[in-house]
């Protein structure tokens, strides 16, 4: 029987595209920094259902939000979130609690609002994706 070099490359290849950290969802999910800025979009567009479904547990009342102080913004205008790379807040392997450092600014009709904190996330009970479990977000001074 033939045997070929392909296939352990292969499987050598397969192994080196999957970042461990992002292991605990599907290969090919879209990383929590892009779920995050997905986020902030429907925010921005104040789409509740979508902004809602990103929380493994959405806030029944925004005012009670992780980060209320995003969500109740009045009059935005632009809003950029900035994340840096994810660091494991538990011992799995891989990790099923990424803590994702942020920064973001949000442009209202009195001016500009910096925050930075950080959101953690977890693997969505299907494993497809990751949800937001918590976030902690505090004013910046310029």
Same mark, same amino acid.
């Given at each position: 029987m033939p045997t070929t070099e392909a296939a352990p490359q292969?499987?050598?290849?397969?192994? !080196?595209?999957?970042?461990? +950290?992002?292991? @605990?969802? @599907? +290969?090919?999910?879209?990383?929590?920094? @892009?779920?995050l800025n997905r986020y902030v979009l429907d925010l921005l567009n104040q789409d509740k259902a979508r902004s809602d479904a990103a929380w493994a547990y959405a806030p029944a009342d925004p005012r009670h939000a992780d980060d209320a102080a995003l969500r109740l913004l009045p009059d935005v205008r632009n809003l950029r979130l900035d994340s840096d790379v994810p660091l494991p807040r538990d011992d799995g392997q891989p990790p099923r609690l990424l803590e994702v450092?942020?920064?973001?600014? @949000?442009?209202?009709?009195?001016?500009? !609002?910096r925050y930075h904190g950080w959101y953690r996330v977890q693997?969505?009970?299907?494993?497809?994706?990751?949800? !937001?479990?918590?976030?902690s977000l505090q004013p910046t001074l310029d």
């Open positions: 292969a499987a050598t290849v397969d192994a !080196i595209a999957i970042d461990p +950290l992002y292991g @605990a969802v @599907a +290969l090919g999910s879209e990383p929590p920094s @892009a779920m450092p942020v920064r973001i600014r @949000a442009m209202t009709a009195n001016g500009t !609002i693997p969505s009970a299907d494993g497809h994706g990751w949800q !937001i479990q918590s976030a």
